[in-house]
């Protein structure tokens, strides 16, 4: 699904006049239009549902002071204003993590249920990969998305970045090598994530101990993110032993007032945990060879205001 490359002479142009209704009502058809796929643009470079509207916001703006006229392929200008408006945000949002308390984990998203259809898009938002994507430069995140996930052709992309389209090859070959030996080993069905979500339900339900140990894999490692608003673990946990007892020991703390249920969340299986009814925690899993490997925990409430509705992603 390539996007067709622009004429490379072709600039976001500032607002000369007022546009004609005719224009402002074609500017508007095109950007709703494309809003979805914006949207999953912005997510995928910033891992902020809050930052994305944010971008989508800034390039509605600059999108309607555009002259349509000297627009070839709205399409892809629409995606060109969104990757530099994430590229500005994403070197902001660089810099709040560094003071952010304790680890800092992807906005979740409960995704409808296409989502989970379109394999690769399923899996290029999932928790595992978005924490994948934070481990990459600013440019070769947007670099990386755009090529890999979106398809887009190197001078497209190279005008999106504001580098040659030599440059982006190399950034593109680059980020692929990075994220390739960081990613999970394979694709992972939505089944496999059912089984080993409902075999860490049912342990985590019942206070089995060994249930549990045996879903986990020896090298599991639990990341919470709190914010510093909500009690969550600060530092990674590692090891299959110290998550079990940790995990089993924090829920069945509450076990009286608490519930966990089934979500959809960034195209994957999840856990949503109810306390006193309101939702306190999405758990997102990582899962190579049958076995969770990685554990996330989002507890922060500005991160969870995206679970009440379902988002749509598109490519």
Known sequence: MRV??????????????????RERDGATEA?????????TVAYEMLGSA??????????WLRWAGVDLAEVRDRRAYLVRITTRQALNRLRTLGRRKESYVGSWLPEPLLTTPDVAEDVELADSVSMAMMLVLETLTPTERAVFVLREVFDLGYDEIAEA???????????????RAHVAARRPRGVVSAAESRQALEAFRRAVETGDLQG?????????VLLGDGGGVKQAVLRPVTGRD??????????LKHAASLSLGPAQV??????????????????A??????RITGLYAVRNPEKLSHMRRETALRR
């Open 4 to 21: 067709t490359p622009t004429r490379t002479d072709e600039r976001e142009k500032p607002v000369t006049s007022e546009p004609s209704g």
């Open 31 to 39: 950007f709703v239009a494309h809003r979805n796929l914006l949207f």
């Open 266 to 283: 960034n195209g994957y299986p999840a856990l949503v945990v109810h306390l006193d009814g309101a939702l306190d925690t999405v758990v």
């Open 50 to 59: 809050a930052d994305a509207e944010d971008v989508l916001q800034e390039t």
């Open 285 to 290: 899993v990582r899962l190579d060879e049958g």
């Open 242 to 251: 110290k998550v079990a007892r940790l995990v089993l020991g924090g829920l």
């Open 161 to 175: 970045v504001e580098k040659s389209p030599v440059a982006v090859r190399q950034i593109a070959h680059r980020a």
């Open 212 to 220: 549990l140990l045996d879903i986990l894999s020896p090298d599991v």
